[in-house]
């Protein structure tokens, strides 16, 4: 157990703070876009809603470039070179190479797990702050409720109860995580796994997903009524593309983690163990 905790320490102590400060940067971007627009667009010159202001504030263009730094840190801290001294470190380690990558590809969806939930914290609690500036038409109970099911940002972040969103959130996470200890773990022997940055660029821009987006799905006939509205250009109901999105997005999630998954598994470890 000891060798595992010194495995993942190191990961850890190469990558966290930088993970973290990456975060961090990404959200309080996030908050000043929000906040700067929630200042120009009062209710006495705009009633806008929760999702209006999300959409017009762009919120939704800080997630990508954050999402992307973060994948670049996991994958080419310094650890991951051959000839590094970490790199020297990790084959000294009493640890399966197959073994030690998949610990990193964990410990990087965990950071990618943290970097979707402090992104929803954020769009949350600027909600909250918005409310008492809402008119009273647009601050009503179930107007954060609402917002997230009619912003496709909030929904992809928090999609309540569609099922098939989460599934594609959890998978992008251990596709993106796995696919960058595939980088390192292909790096450390002078080859390159680059599946990662085209499914980072990807999610960057394909991430938002409004309600029913999923061919398959449909949409609750409870919620009709709240989108035969004006709310329509913000979900892009009726149009086939976010169903394009959604499967593209969730396709070429499956296909980078089955493909790191093989690379990982299917080289030899710098220990028998």
Known sequence: MRRYCSVLGLAARCTFWKVLAATLLSCGAEAALFLTTLARWGPERNPMSLE???????????????????CALLALWEGTGSGSQTGYTVRRLRVGES???????GYGVLCLVLYWAAHLGTVLALCAAAMPHLSEGAASPLALFLACWRSPYLHALLPLKDVWLWGRNLL??????LGTAAFSHERRHGHRAWGWIPLALGAA???????GAFPFQGLDPAFLPYLETEVEV????GSPVPGLMAFLLTGGSAAVLINAALMICGREPFYEN
Do not use: D, N
């Open 172 to 177: 992008l996470c251990a596709a993106l995580g």
């Open 234 to 237: 913000y979900t892009g109901s």
């Open 99 to 105: 073994r030690l990558t998949l610990l990193w590809g």
């Open 205 to 211: 821009l394909l991430f938002p997903l409004p309600m």
């Open 52 to 70: 209006g202001l999300l959409f017009h504030s762009r919120v939704f263009l800080c997630f990508g470039p954050g999402l992307v730094l973060v």
